[in-house]
């Protein structure tokens, strides 16, 4: 699951990728019901369209759909 999450990173056009744990952190405030976070930053809308559409990103979900039970997404524009 990890390797197919660090092949995200191949996807052209993206400015950050980042995968990691949940943090050792213990506060009440904290959601740490993840085995793993993806944080990927990108400049406009059209680069979020080409990556949901890219085949490695389709590639992934295909793949691993069946490992999760809930996926939680945040999308926002800054």
Known sequence: FLRG????????????????????????????TYDYGLTVLMKNMKVHEAYQKHALH???????FSCWIKVVIYDHQA
């Open 58 to 64: 389709k590639r992934f979900l295909e793949k691993f």
């Open 5 to 32: 999450l660090k092949t995200l990173k191949k996807i052209k056009g993206l400015d950050a990728v980042f995968i990691g744990r949940p943090a050792a952190t213990k506060r009440p405030a904290i959601d740490r």
